[in-house]
T-cell receptor
Framework: DTGVSQNPRHKITKRGQNVTFRCDPISEHNRLYWYRQTLGQGPEFLTY????????KSRLLSDRFSAERPKGSFSTLEIQRTEQGDSAMYLC????????????FGPGTRLTVT | EDKVVQSPLSLVVHEGDTVTLNCSYEVTNFRSLLWYKQEKKAPTFLFMLTSSGIEKKSGRLSSILDKKELFSILNITATQTGDSAVYLCAAGPRAGGTSYGKLTFGQGTILTVHP
């Protein structure tokens, strides 16, 4: 399967714990995006990478959130000191470079903070 | 603040009906309008539209963009139960602006097709 993959698929954690999610994009895609989706809403943009450079972060991304893409391939999203409001589906998407705007999504990581 | 609004929020039809889903947008430096289908998993890509008035078609699905009136429609003809899903509309900016390609999504239209 050459689509976007995400791990883990589900994560249950206690409030205050740190969690880390991983995203592996489609291999030839140099752009990688993180979105968050809550029930009944469309995905909300969190952050975006072109190769290893993080080019934009949403205001939604508080200082408890950090994302990396160290070698321009896979990316990680870490949430420190989780809160119940962080419970959501975290989606990763990837796309080719300029002029090819369609983004392809991974299966998502569902986070539940108890 | 970029905004995408979809209507209706939900729609219930019977197999064989034709449906039209609406999407209006206000996005700085608009470049593209995308439609996705979401069943209990991640969104799957349907269409990307960048030019006004040119219909894109895939089987029973078609979509068109009006850049003057800032809206798009998604049509599904001869609906089937397998079309039941949330349909998401998203707008993206021109590359090279202050937003490098983030998509702003609407809330989605929940389509339910009964046999």
């Amino acid at each position: 399967d050459t689509g976007v993959s995400q791990n883990p698929r589900h994560k249950i954690t206690k409030r205050g714990q740190n969690v880390t999610f991983r995203c592996d994009p489609i291999s030839e895609h140099n752009r990688l995006y993180w979105y968050r989706q809550t029930l009944g809403q469309g995905p909300e943009f969190l952050t975006y990478f072109q190769n290893e450079a993080q080019l934009e972060k949403s205001r939604l991304l508080s200082d408890r959130f950090s994302a990396e893409r160290p070698k321009g391939s896979f990316s990680t999203l870490e949430i420190q000191r989780t809160e119940q409001g962080d419970s959501a589906m975290y989606l990763c998407a990837s796309s080719l470079g300029a002029g090819r705007g369609e983004q392809y999504f991974g299966p998502g990581t569902r986070l539940t903070v108890t | 603040e970029d905004k995408v609004v979809q209507s209706p929020l939900s729609l219930v039809v019977h197999e064989g009906d034709t449906v039209t889903l609406n999407c209006s947008y206000e996005v700085t430096n608009f470049r593209s309008l995308l439609w996705y289908k979401q069943e209990k998993k991640a969104p799957t890509f349907l269409f990307m539209l960048t030019s006004s008035g040119i219909e894109k078609k895939s089987g029973r699905l078609s979509s068109i963009l009006d850049k003057k009136e800032l809206f798009s429609i998604l049509n599904i003809t001869a609906t089937q139960t397998g079309d039941s899903a949330v349909y998401l509309c998203a707008a993206g900016p021109r590359a090279g602006g202050t937003s490098y390609g983030k998509l702003t999504f609407g809330q989605g239209t929940i389509l339910t097709v009964h046999p």
